[in-house]
């Protein structure tokens, strides 16, 4: 007699694909579904239709919703430790066969603030493109900070040195912040010369800023201030509306090379190091090595000019 071999019970593929923990966790991570598509470059309709879809192959739900955003249930914990580990090996892989990699094709990512990308960077890309037109440069102009570890941005310019011992850091420049006020404004409010003076005056408030310590000089007068005209989360905003006379605000010195705005002489002493940073894994790749050198070399051959201390704009006519 034949006997038939019981049959395995086949085990579902429950999760699906890598790509429904990349949005499981983008969720978990910044508590909406906007901000996950921001982060995942991709639509916030695309976010919840891959949520949904996890959460019918799962039987449960993975996600309350609170005033103050999204948050993970009690029932999906464990699966957010999971994927949090299956993240981990991911990128360490990513990370490794990123600094292997040979190829002098592809995208190559560059996080910086809103005024170093827009002003100075993206400018000076022109050459890169004429040496290297099959890598492709992807500028993340933003002032929050990208993980490196995660391959958020292949390399970061930024304005304070990181703490992390994978995580490689040249110094590249100096710059310090001055009060700007544009021509228009100074004819009918004229321009402070003292840091009391700042009570009289209309200001714009770039309020990333506020985060930053080396910054509460500025905070400060933020805070006493009385006639705060306007507040903004961009630094290209705030730029902007203090072209246009809407108030003062503060910037590095360079904003002059991109604007006629005038300096007040007054001194909050605020300097700031300018940082290269990459990863230990990644940055030994061909074409990560070949961007990272080049944007290193545009700022030596700017740092008198753009990134120095030295810098001293026009002021105002007598």
Same mark, same amino acid.
């Given at each position: 007699?034949?006997?038939?071999? /019981?049959?395995?019970?086949?085990?579902?593929?429950?999760?699906?694909?890598?790509?429904?923990?990349?949005?499981?966790?983008?969720?978990?991570?910044?508590?909406?579904?906007?901000?996950?598509?921001?982060?995942?470059?991709?639509?916030?309709?695309?976010?919840?239709?891959?949520?949904?879809?996890?959460?019918?192959?799962?039987?449960?739900?993975?996600?309350?919703?609170?005033?103050?955003?999204?948050?993970?249930?009690?029932?999906?914990?464990?699966?957010?430790?999971?994927?949090?580990?299956?993240?981990?090996?991911?990128?360490?892989?990513?990370?490794?066969?990123?600094?292997?990699?040979? $190829?002098?094709?592809?995208?190559?990512?560059?996080?910086?603030? $809103?005024?170093?990308?827009?002003?100075?960077?993206?400018?000076?890309?022109?050459?890169?493109?004429?040496?290297?037109?099959?890598?492709?440069?992807?500028?993340? !102009?933003?002032?929050?900070?990208?993980?490196? !570890?995660?391959?958020?941005?292949?390399?970061?310019?930024?304005?304070?040195? /990181?703490?992390?011992?994978?995580?490689?850091?040249?110094?590249?420049? =100096?710059?310090?912040?001055?009060?700007? !006020?544009?021509?228009? +404004?100074?004819?009918?409010?004229?321009?402070?010369?003292?840091?009391?003076?700042?009570?009289?005056?209309?200001?714009?408030?770039?309020?990333?800023?506020?985060?930053?310590? !080396?910054?509460?000089?500025?905070?400060?007068?933020? $805070?006493?201030?009385?006639?705060?005209?306007?507040?903004?989360?961009?630094?290209?905003?705030?730029?902007?509306?203090?072209?246009?006379?809407?108030?003062?605000?503060?910037? /590095?010195? +360079?904003?002059?090379?991109?604007?006629?705005?005038?300096?007040?002489?007054?001194?909050?002493?605020?300097?700031?190091?300018?940082?290269?940073?990459?990863?230990?894994?990644?940055?030994?790749?061909? *074409?990560?090595?070949?961007?990272?050198?080049?944007?290193?070399?545009?700022? *030596? =051959?700017?740092?008198? $000019?753009?990134?120095?201390?030295?810098?001293?704009? /026009?002021?105002?006519?007598?």
């Amino acid at each position: 007699m034949v006997t038939t071999p /019981p049959r395995k019970n086949k085990v579902p593929n429950i999760l699906g694909d890598w790509d429904d923990v990349r949005f499981f966790l983008a969720v978990a991570k910044t508590g909406s579904f906007s901000a996950a598509a921001t982060q995942l470059n991709t639509k916030q309709t695309t976010v919840g239709r891959r949520i949904q879809a996890l959460e019918r192959r799962l039987g449960a739900k993975l996600f309350d919703r609170h005033r103050h955003g999204m948050e993970v249930t009690p029932a999906a914990r464990g699966v957010l430790v999971q994927a949090e580990s299956m993240m981990s090996n991911a990128t360490s892989i990513e990370r490794h066969l990123a600094g292997l990699d040979r $190829e002098m094709a592809g995208i190559v990512r560059i996080a910086a603030t $809103e005024g170093i990308a827009a002003h100075w960077l993206v400018p000076r890309l022109g050459q890169l493109r004429t040496t290297h037109p099959d890598i492709i440069v992807q500028v993340i !102009a933003s002032d929050q900070v990208l993980d490196l !570890a995660t391959r958020q941005a292949d390399l970061a310019i930024r304005f304070f040195r /990181p703490t992390s011992n994978q995580l490689v850091a040249a110094r590249v420049g =100096q710059v310090n912040f001055s009060i700007f !006020a544009a021509p228009s +404004y100074i004819e009918r409010y004229g321009l402070p010369q003292r840091l009391d003076d700042l009570r009289e005056h209309h200001i714009v408030d770039h309020t990333t800023l506020h985060s930053l310590a !080396a910054m509460k000089p500025w905070s400060e007068v933020v $805070e006493r201030s009385p006639s705060v005209v306007l507040r903004t989360n961009s630094s290209y905003a705030a730029v902007e509306a203090v072209q246009v006379g809407y108030g003062i605000s503060v910037f /590095p010195d +360079y904003v002059t090379k991109s604007s006629n705005l005038v300096p007040a002489p007054i001194d909050l002493k605020i300097v700031r190091d300018i940082w290269l940073v990459s990863h230990e894994e990644t940055n030994k790749g061909a *074409r990560i090595r070949t961007v990272i050198d080049y944007v290193r070399e545009q700022f *030596r =051959q700017d740092e008198r $000019e753009w990134f120095s201390t030295t810098i001293r704009a /026009p002021m105002a006519a007598a």
